[in-house]
């Protein structure tokens, strides 16, 4: 079969287990998420280009290496976009909401990014994620950030991640901050890298960032933001880890975590494990209060994180099983008006049932027991209630079925 069509390359399928892991991983952040009044939208998957060329920042690795941009039969540049930030705030400033603040959004949804693929990298991935538009207090951050960890939580992984939270500061903190940074990296240009030079030209910051191997060396003795931060700056900051340690969110305060995005500030932070090798971050944000107004909106403050489903979904113990449908089995071919009566009622009840589509009664039966449904009911004369763990029947009315059901 050498001509057998492949799945493109840094892409796969959700089939079998590996779809339980993924949905229960949306349910769960779904759930959670509504508890913190969050509300799912869903944004289209391909935007123009501009949307995320204008906003992440012409220096980031998404912008510079990673989009899928194409020219539709229009001749319009369309991206699929990479994250779902920039997407969440266009549709902020479209849909007239800048003016109803807050919006407090939560999404799910596929992302393109072109990457090497390997464990835990994919092409095609997929993210959950929150935005909380309008409240410039460091109170909103700490609640995005606590709907994240009440997640991971009941995800049951909390116990292998660890919470690294940083500041990037305010305009005036950061522009103090860049003077220092480029004082440090003009005086060692040379062991820059190539991309890092560049940086050093429009944007210092994105050095910390840098994964090449002779940059990591330099910016471990690169200055901190600590001692640049403007009062204000240093004010949010400590607001927020107030909120934090009252909402009981254990986190590591990490100088280095400044976000591969151009668009932050004030809070940067990141949710990281050991248990997947190089792919170790599962979640991450940060504020980012001039994008709205980058994106030609009015001046709307604020807050998101974004998480890799596929990460949480390795991290997870295995799903809980899905509760197999009621088996429903005529016993003969006379019987199977009345069997499909039965499926039907059952349905209607929202009691989950299925029926085999071929085979005697016998056949059915096992099948039945290999699904491994909790209960048969056969359906002949009479009615039969099997209960497929141990054996036990009853004959039963329509009425008695459904209570023994638990309808
Ligand atoms: P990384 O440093 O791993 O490249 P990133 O900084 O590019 O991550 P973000 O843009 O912040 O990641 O995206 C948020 C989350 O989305 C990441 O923490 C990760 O869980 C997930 N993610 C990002 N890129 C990929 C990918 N190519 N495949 C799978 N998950 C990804
Ligand atoms: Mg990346």
Redesign the pocket.
């Given at each position: 079969m050498a001509n057998q069509l492949q799945p493109v390359r840094g892409t796969k399928d959700l089939i079998g287990e590996d779809a339980a892991r993924h949905f229960h991983v949306i349910e769960t952040a779904r759930r959670v998420t509504r508890l913190y009044g969050f509300c799912e939208w869903q944004t289209p998957i391909f935007e123009d280009t501009r949307v995320f060329s204008r906003t992440l920042g012409e220096t980031s690795?998404?912008v510079t290496k990673e989009m899928y941009s194409f020219e539709d039969r229009g001749g319009e540049s369309l991206t699929l976009r990479p994250?779902g930030t920039a997407g969440v705030c266009r549709a902020l400033i479209t849909g007239g909401l800048t003016q109803t603040l807050p919006q407090k959004v939560f999404y799910a949804g596929p992302m393109f990014?072109y990457?090497r693929p390997q464990k835990?990298?994919?092409r095609q991935?997929h993210?959950i994620g929150v935005e909380l538009l309008g409240p410039a207090s460091p109170l909103a951050d700490a609640e995005a950030i606590s709907a994240g960890w009440r997640i991971l939580n009941e995800l049951g992984i909390a116990k292998d991640v660890v919470l690294n939270i940083n500041t990037l500061g305010d305009a005036q903190s950061r522009a103090n901050y860049r003077d220092a940074l480029v004082a440090y990296f003009s005086a060692h240009a040379d062991e820059l890298s190539a991309d890092s030079k560049l940086r050093l030209e429009k944007n210092p910051l994105r050095i910390l960032d840098s994964k090449d191997e002779g940059d990591k060396a330099l910016v471990a003795n690169a200055p901190l933001i600590y001692a640049h931060l403007t009062q204000d700056a240093a004010a949010f900051y400590d607001g927020l880890k107030a909120a934090l340690t009252a909402f009981g969110v254990p986190f590591e305060e990490n100088p280095r975590i400044v976000?591969?995005?151009d668009y932050y500030n004030h809070t940067a932070f990141e949710f990281v494990t050991n248990a997947l090798g190089a792919?170790g971050?599962?979640?991450?944000g940060g504020r980012y209060d001039g994008l709205v107004e980058q994106m030609g909106g009015p001046n709307v403050p604020g807050i998101g994180w974004?998480?890799?489903i596929?990460?949480l979904a390795m991290l997870i113990a295995a799903p809980p099983a899905m509760v197999q449908p009621v088996a429903v089995i005529p016993m003969s071919r006379e019987a199977e008006g009345r069997a499909l009566e039965i499926l039907n009622l059952l349905r209607n009840r929202g009691i989950a049932a299925e029926t085999g589509y071929s085979g005697n009664a016998k056949k059915r039966l096992e099948r039945a027991n290999k699904s491994g449904a909790g209960f048969a009911v056969l359906v002949g004369g009479e009615i039969r209630l099997k209960n497929l763990a141990d054996g036990a029947q009853e004959d039963v009315t329509p009425e008695t079925l459904i209570e023994r059901l638990g309808a």
């Open positions: 690795d998404v994250e990014r990457e835990g990298r994919y991935f993210q976000r591969g995005l792919q971050t599962v979640m991450a974004g998480a890799g596929e990460r």
